[in-house]
Every structure is written in C-alpha cells, then in structure tokens.
C-alpha cells in the first residue's frame, strides 16, 4: 500500500475508534482531553526521561520502564483524588479530564491485554480493614482497569499484606518481577495498596540468525556481543542525528485487533546523546509514532544485540520534581476512601516501579510492576502542601509499542549488552 494510502487507512482507523469512544460512552458529557491521544500517548513519558537519563548519565546502566504499568496505578490514584491533588496527576499523567484519561484509546487495549495468551495486564487494591474504598473507587478500578480490591490488616498482618502483593504481583508477571516491595515497606500506617503488573511476549514476525559483533559501550571498550542478523528487508527510516528500527511482533489470531512493535532509536555516531533523544521522544505525545518506519528497505550490515535486564526505582521524588505535590501530603482523597478518622486523608508515601525485559533472535518477553503505598494521616498532622516550584554497535533507545493506540508498554535504553 502506497504511503498515502496507509495514511488514509490510519485516519479511518482513529476515526473508527473515536467513533466506538462516542457511542459507547455518550451518557459522560466528553472532556476536553476526551478524544483519543491521536497517534500517540504521553502518559509518564517525562518521568522515564528523567529516571533514564540519570541512569544514562551516573552509573551508565541499563534502563527499562513500563510507562503504561504506571500510568494504570496512577490513574486508579487519580480517579479517588480531588481538587488540586487530582489536577496535579492528571497533569503528570498527561490527561485533562478523568474522563479523557479513562476512555484514551491506552485503555480499550488494557481490556484486551487480558484477553490474550500472550499478555497479562492485573490490577490489585489492598485496603486497611478501618476503611472503606468508595463505590464509585470501586466501580471505576474495576470497569477501567479489571482492579480487584481485597480487604487487609496492615497493623497486625503487615509483613503478610507485603508478601500477599508481591506474590500477586509474581503471579501476574509469571514469576518476573518478584520482591516489588522491599522488606519493611509497608507498616501500622499503611492504609492503601495499589498494584498494577503487566506482562507481555512477543515473537518477532520474522526470527534473526545470530552471530557475534562488536558493541561500542560508553568509555571507550569495545565488547563482542552475541546479535542478531538479518539479510531481509527491514523497517528503517533516517532522520536527522538518528536512525529509526521498526521491528514487528507475529500477530496471533486472538490478537488481530492490536498490532505490538518493538522501536529502535539509534543516535549517529558522535552526535546526538541519549539524553538529547530522551529529550526528543518525550517533546510530544506523538513522537513515537511519527518516527515510526513505514516502509521496508532492503538492509546491508544489519546489527541488533540481544539483551537481558531489569531496572527498578522508587518514583516519588521524581513524581514531586515533576509537579505532583499534593498527592504526597495533606492531598484530597476522598473519592478514594471512607471511614476511619481522616475522612479521605491519605497521601502516597513510595511508589515502586520495576521492569524487566530480555530480547533475543525470537522475541521479547517483558515484564513490569508499579506499587502505590498510600499512608493514613489525620487531620491534625495534615501538612500545608509544598510549594515546589541500524548497526546498533552503540547505545540505543527502545520502546514496545501497540500501534493503534500508540499505548507505549515499554521504554528504555541499552548502553551494555553484557550487562544483567
Ligand atoms: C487500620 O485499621 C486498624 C483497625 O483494624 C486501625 O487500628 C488502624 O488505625 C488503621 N490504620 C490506618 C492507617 O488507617
């Protein structure tokens, strides 16, 4: 199909989901942020710039987030807050409305993430046995993100309610991320646990033959890496400082609706730093996809290396640096709880990500988990808010991307291919 064609072909497409969002969600007078995220979806994208790039930079590590695992844990958050403490994630999450972020094109996937063999998307709330999630927190996680919410003692079975969320979260993500909460994070003060975990494993429409290349890591060495090679046509674009790399998952029969590619971003030689493509890809919504290849090439020396890691935080610093304040302390929650002393007086007190992601010459199996632990506090403790102001031989860029939704599953960079 001509290029020209395919650009039909997408507008019609967005049309046809902007038209099944209007037909199904009539009764909600439409938001200003209502509409799909045309092309694309800037849900947590700034916060994986700013974790990727220190990585980049401090110990040149290796880096893996799943932007949509966290955006489902912070739009479950978002639905129970209020006021200013609602505005300031909604902002983060890059929404204008809760009613734009709960019907974004991201969302009619998550519902059939779960349909498939292949990919696991599970939500989880835990709350403390003296409160109440409110029916409306309730109803929401569980139409928009398939949530389940369980009923706990965080004063006497803390240590319990611990091992009960990691074990959901192993659970989901077939064993691979595992210890999400570290030992000691959740206590007496704990009154709301919100999990999200995702799980994905694609196999590449086409498999790579695999021999040894060097790969050049930041510092100057020079290591053989086992690669993947290819002498067929491939997606490649050429943009200005770098190189663009589509590469296709099979799509299953159950999976016809959702088309997963893996995206390559690979700075030219001695020009653009990682942290000038962060900059790049996060600058709009619709980055990824607009440098997305479209037509395939015949391809000369072709090099991707395989890889395997994992990459875990704790978000909220970064969360505060990028504008969420309230959420943290003195927030309005009360659309999420009821019941105890505080009347919706709780605020996020850690929010812990993990990622993990393992490439080869057949595929992608990738995985990610984000945990919300939100305290209680009582009225009188209640804090003012805080005014805080395609030879891939070097480092790359990569994300996972489902294409009609441009819900992007996985971002990160490879700077050692060695490196665990
Ligand atoms: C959790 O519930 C217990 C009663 O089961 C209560 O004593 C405690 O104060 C509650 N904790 C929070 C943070 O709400």
């Not at 001695?270 to 890809?281: F, I, P, R, W």
Request: proline share 6%; net charge neutral.
């Amino acid at each position: 199909m001509s290029r020209f064609g395919k650009a039909v072909l997408l507008c019609l497409t967005l049309f046809a989901a902007w038209r099944l969002c209007s037909t199904l969600f009539t009764a909600a007078p439409p938001g200003p942020g209502a509409g799909p995220a045309v092309g694309g979806d800037a849900s947590c994208l700034p916060l994986a710039r700013e974790v990727g790039v220190r990585a980049a930079a401090g110990t040149g590590s290796n880096f893996v987030f799943s932007p949509l695992s966290v955006r489902a844990a912070l739009a479950m958050v978002a639905s129970g807050a209020r006021g200013d403490t609602r505005r300031e994630l909604l902002r983060f999450l890059g929404s204008s409305s809760l009613h734009g972020l709960h019907h974004a094109p991201v969302n009619e996937l998550v519902g059939r993430l779960n349909g498939l063999a292949q990919t696991s998307f599970a939500c989880g709330v835990w709350v403390n046995r003296s409160l109440a999630l409110t029916p409306e927190f309730t109803a929401t996680g569980a139409s928009r993100y398939g949530a389940t919410a369980e009923s706990v003692d965080f004063v006497s079975g803390a240590e319990q309610a611990r091992q009960r969320v990691n074990a959901y979260v192993a659970d989901a993500t077939k064993q691979l991320i595992r210890d999400i909460l570290p030992p000691g994070s959740v206590d007496s003060s704990t009154a709301v646990v919100l999990a999200n975990a995702l799980y994905f494993k694609g196999a590449w429409s086409h498999p790579f033959d695999v021999s040894t290349a060097p790969f050049h890591v930041p510092g100057g060495t020079t290591v053989g890496v086992p690669s993947m090679t290819t002498g067929r046509s491939q997606y490649i674009a050429l943009y200005p400082g770098f190189r663009a790399l589509k590469l296709p998952y099979k799509n299953d029969v159950l999976r016809q609706a959702d088309a997963f590619y893996m995206l390559i971003l690979l700075p030219d030689s001695g020009t653009l730093s990682l942290a000038d493509l962060y900059d790049k890809a996060v600058s709009t919504p619709e980055f990824i996809s607009k440098h997305t290849p479209v037509e395939e090439v015949p391809v000369g020396q072709f090099m991707v290396p395989k890889f395997k890691f994992t990459f875990g935080f704790e978000a909220s610093s970064d969360m505060r640096n990028l504008g969420v304040t309230r959420a943290f302390s003195g927030g309005d929650f009360s659309g999420m709880v009821s019941g105890g002393d505080g009347h919706g007086r709780v605020s996020i007190s850690r929010v812990y990500h993990k990622a993990t992601i393992e490439v080869d010459e057949q595929g992608t199996v990738a995985a990610a988990a984000t945990v919300v632990l939100m305290d209680g506090t009582s009225l009188e403790e209640r804090e003012p808010p805080h005014l805080v102001d395609f030879v891939a031989d070097r480092p790359f860029l990569f994300a996972v991307v489902e294409e009609r939704t441009g819900a992007v599953l996985f971002l990160g960079h490879m700077v050692n291919p060695l490196a665990g």
